[in-house]
């Protein structure tokens, strides 16, 4: 019972670990495409993120 138990904890925790994983990969891939665009301010103080493409409002 003990060690059945044991094997499913683990196979839980390594499921765990694999979708840490990918959520990460995702952060990173999002960092990226962010970086570019975001612009800083001359005195540096500001940042503004620059939306490109159909914008629209109600």
Sequence with gaps: MNEELLTRLVE????IN????EIAASLDS???NIDGCISVSQNGRSRHLC???????N
Aim: hydrophobic share 30%; aromatic share 12%.
């Design 51 to 57: 939306i490109t493409g159909y914008v629209y409002t």
């Design 12 to 15: 839980t925790l390594e499921s």
């Design 30 to 32: 999002l960092d990226e």
């Design 18 to 21: 694999s979708n840490l994983s």
